[in-house]
């Protein structure tokens, strides 16, 4: 018999919603705790997910009895601070990307996981979707030959609003750490670290990326062509080319579910897969399945990824010129 596991969710915004309807999917899966820095919202918030418990703040939470694990939901700049709060009492975490605003932050999070033997994972939840594995299966089978490139976009044209999170500096806001943050993901998934990483971007009245445009080049002489924006609706997919075909991961990439084989000489073929609720029970599965164990990261979304991952987007920050004062030292 499968052991329940007691969830809290931390920080009660748009996707904190969609995580707790996906949670409801997973039969051995509880809701059991909901903190927000509002009791109102957290109260409204556990009555329509049957949460038992509520609490208006965070701190609270962290005496919540029989909690096993908490999803982070805040916004990224809060994710540093909020994961430590929980790994420092001893509670498992999953955190939304990206994980923390920098590197540093990244470090800090890792080692109060490694110092309290307490699970850590970042809620990329695209690396545990079927979309994703099957994709993974067909370049390890060599469906499409060596992998030459990957070209990936993720765009939208977002309503404009200075004191939204999206364009406010201060609440770590722009396309790259929102949007871009995806192809990025895939680049790294597929290739592992660029040699060379060349960016630009376009920056708005408020300070943050409103567009940015990344190419990586990688020492084996293979190419990555990633793009992100707030200003426009783009096709947000991927193609994964390669020396027999190419892979098209379809519209929207990060959430696919399907993708669309062009083998060279032959008749495109779609194969669809079955993705139940939003998406997101597939990675709370994941966390589930290692949360018992000594282990204190999955082997399929390790610490030392999410290290890579900050990383390059750090690179591609400096290169671009997309700057967070509160975080950033000139």
Known sequence: ?????????????????????????????TLHAVASTSGVRAQNFAAQYDAVH??????????????DVVYIATRHPRHHKNTLL????????????????????????????????????EALWTRFLPTTKKVLAMIEDDVIGEVTSVKAD?????????????????????????????????SLLLFGKPEEIKAMASIGKTKVDETCHMLFRYSNNKIANLHATLLNDTATEAYIYGTKGVIRINT???ESTSVTLLLNGKEPKDIFFECLGYGYRYEAEAV?????????????????????????????RKEAGIFYPTYDRV
């Not at 596991?5 to 995580?19: P, Q, R, T, Y």
């Not at 975490?93 to 470090?107: H, I, R, T």
């Not at 406010?168 to 943050?181: F, M, S, T, V, Y």
């Not at 399929?300 to 900050?310: A, E, G, I, K, Y």
């Open 154 to 186: 993720f765009g939208f044209k977002a309503a404009f609003d200075e004191s939204g999170r999206l364009f406010n500096q201060n609440e770590g806001g722009g396309a790259l750490l929102d949007i871009g943050i995806y192809p990025v993901f895939l």
């Open 86 to 121: 929980c790994l420092k009492n001893k509670i498992p975490v999953l955190c939304e990307k990206p994980f923390a605003m920098n590197g540093g932050e990244v470090e800090e999070m890792i080692a109060a996981a490694k110092s309290n033997q307490t699970f850590l994972m």
């Open 1 to 29: 018999m499968q052991k329940k596991v007691n969830w809290g969710i931390l920080g009660l915004g748009h996707i904190a919603h969609k995580f707790a309807a996906d949670l409801k999917l997973i039969p051995n899966a």
């Open 54 to 67: 509520y609490y208006g703040s965070y701190e609270e939470m962290m005496d919540c009895p029989d909690l």
């Open 252 to 254: 929207r990439f990060h």
């Open 288 to 316: 589930m399945e290692y949360l018992f164990k000594d282990d204190i990261e999955h082997p399929l979304m390790p610490h030392s990824f999410s290290v890579d991952l900050m990383d390059l987007l750090d690179q591609v």
